[in-house]
């Protein structure tokens, strides 16, 4: 009889260990054992199920001819290609729908950025866009169904402000100083300078673009260049001069410093 | 040596771009690659998801592919300090969702991640030409220990990383692959070991962009592993 409560006992005790045990045991990183000798996972996932069997569809190259073709005829596009001198093909994404493709985009990076003024059909979203801005790239949708442009991206190339305030009409150059002025009194910008002065580096403004549309909005860059590190500093101000997003870039360089 | 990243998003007067933006980030995208992976007793979708309502797990739900697993003694906080800082849900962050079984039934999380602004990056790739990115990847556990469990990857965290416009607005966001790489290159000079392009993960995805979408499709279906010491 003793025996027999000794061994129930026992047998508590160890379900009792594993109970206390389990969740530490369950939370404990691997052990060196346990760990393949690579330093990759020794086990990979395996597919509950058969993977996707359909492919993403492609292009043909009669499909790249006609986006290529359609694109190239739009006005903007067009303009911004003979203005630049030329360009070179970045590449083609296709375009689906419900899984179906219906088309495609094509980028063209100008051979050299040149000044837009105006409105476009963005291919995100089809939102409307009212830009000033220096362009180096421009994205164009081709429908194929409808066989027409559906909208287009243009890639903003970052310039010194002064080089935009000379494209920009007076009264839009006097905003964008104003806002310029509205800027330079954010938190972050204030410490970006004064870490210039104490670092001895300097501050230069770049210009992104002033936006009419989808929002009235300037997008510019503080750029910090010290010797001992440099940091970028991106801010959207509103035509009110709120501010509307700030972000900052890691310091580079000397991070006792900066 | 890579330095802990401070950054901000400070908001004062924008709901109208407000409304803008999260309406162009919430447009879901399309798959034909969505599956349920299996390892040990564990289970997950090899995508995320913009919501996590019933029928959510649907292949018109996906957001971007699971390309990394942080694995060995990972945890959703550890990662994110380690990387660019624990991003505040707002308008350059909204939450997206993992439908995971770590060994005892489905459950979501949901996640904003860890973001990286205004990086150089010289992209001439698909259609789109850029210069300057915002890296942004989010991570995926158990939200109740802040990491999933199982005897082959230890304590382990999933994540979904990709690339975000850098210049001007937002607009466009993905470029999955090159997110991961990036990712990679910052677990190496952490000083963690990591295993690049490691295991199939089945969500291979070719240059496609969704009508209408602001999605670049760019992933090459197989995940990173990154081994948190």
Redesign the interface.
């Known amino acids: 009889m003793p025996g027999r409560v000794l061994a129930v006992s026992l047998a508590a005790a160890i379900v009792l260990l594993a109970v206390l045990l389990a969740p530490a045991w369950r939370t404990a990183p691997l052990t060196e054992a346990e760990r393949s000798a690579s330093e990759a996972p020794s086990v990979a996932p395996q597919p509950l199920e058969a993977p996707g069997k359909s492919p993403s569809p492609g292009l043909t190259e009669e499909e790249r001819r006609l986006i290529r073709e359609i694109a190239l005829s739009h006005p903007i596009v067009r303009d911004l290609i003979e203005r630049a001198g030329g360009y070179t093909i970045i590449g083609y994404t296709v375009v689906t729908k419900d899984g179906a493709k219906v088309g495609g985009d094509i980028g063209f990076e100008l051979s050299k950025p040149v000044w837009f003024s105006g409105e476009y059909t963005s291919m995100y979203g089809y939102r409307a866009y009212d830009l000033r801005a220096y362009v180096d790239a421009v994205s164009v949708y081709v429908n194929l169904e409808c066989m027409c442009v559906k909208g287009i991206h243009l890639s903003e190339a970052d310039v010194p402000l002064e080089e935009a305030l000379n494209m920009l009409e007076p009264r839009e150059a006097r905003l964008v100083e104003n806002l310029l002025e509205k800027a330079r009194n954010h938190p972050e910008v204030r410490e970006l300078y004064d870490k210039a002065g104490r670092l001895g580096g300097t501050v230069t403004v770049e210009y992104e673009g002033l936006y009419y549309k989808p929002e009235k909005a300037l997008s510019l860059e503080f750029r910090l260049e010290a010797t001992a590190c440099s940091q970028l500093l991106k801010i959207l101000v509103d035509h009110e001069g709120r501010i509307i997003e700030a972000s900052k870039s890691p310091a580079r360089g000397d991070a006792s410093q900066c | 040596?890579?330095?802990?990243?401070?950054?901000?998003?400070?908001?004062?007067?924008?709901l109208?771009?407000a409304a803008?933006l999260v309406?162009?980030i919430t447009?879901s995208a399309?798959?034909?690659?969505?599956?349920?992976?299996?390892?040990?007793n564990d289970?997950?979708y090899n995508y995320d998801f913009v919501c996590k309502d019933p029928g959510c797990d649907s292949p018109n739900k996906v957001d971007w592919p699971i390309n990394i697993?942080f694995?060995?003694?990972a945890e959703v906080n550890k990662i994110k300090s380690n990387y660019w800082g624990l991003e505040p849900c707002w308008?350059?962050a909204i939450p997206r969702h993992l439908k995971m079984d770590d060994g005892f039934g489905w459950f979501w999380d949901s996640d904003c991640g860890t973001k990286?602004?205004?990086?150089p990056l010289r992209i001439?790739?698909?259609?789109?030409?850029?210069d300057?990115v915002?890296y942004h990847m989010r991570l995926y556990a158990d939200p109740e220990?802040d990491y999933n469990?199982n005897?082959?990857?230890?304590?382990y965290v999933l994540a979904a990383a990709h690339i975000d416009d850098g210049?001007?607005?937002e607009?466009?966001a993905g470029f999955s692959e090159l997110a991961e790489d990036y990712v990679a290159y910052w677990g190496r000079a952490l000083g963690w070991?990591?295993?690049e392009d490691?295991?199939?993960?089945?969500n291979n995805?070719?240059?496609?962009?969704?009508?209408?979408?602001?999605h670049?499709?760019y992933n090459n279906g197989y995940a990173t592993?990154v081994?948190v010491p």
Request: with cysteine; net charge positive; glycine share 6%.
């Open positions: 040596m890579l330095r802990r990243i401070k950054s901000f998003t400070s908001i004062l007067a924008i109208p771009l803008i309406t162009i447009y399309s798959t034909s690659n969505l599956i349920i992976l299996v390892v040990l289970k997950f697993l694995w060995n003694n308008l350059t990286l602004f205004d990086e001439r790739l698909c259609s789109i030409s850029a300057e915002h220990k469990y005897s082959g990857w230890g304590k210049e001007g607005l607009d466009w070991a990591v295993a490691w295991a199939n993960f089945y995805e070719s240059c496609r962009r969704d009508d209408g979408g602001s670049i499709w592993a081994k």
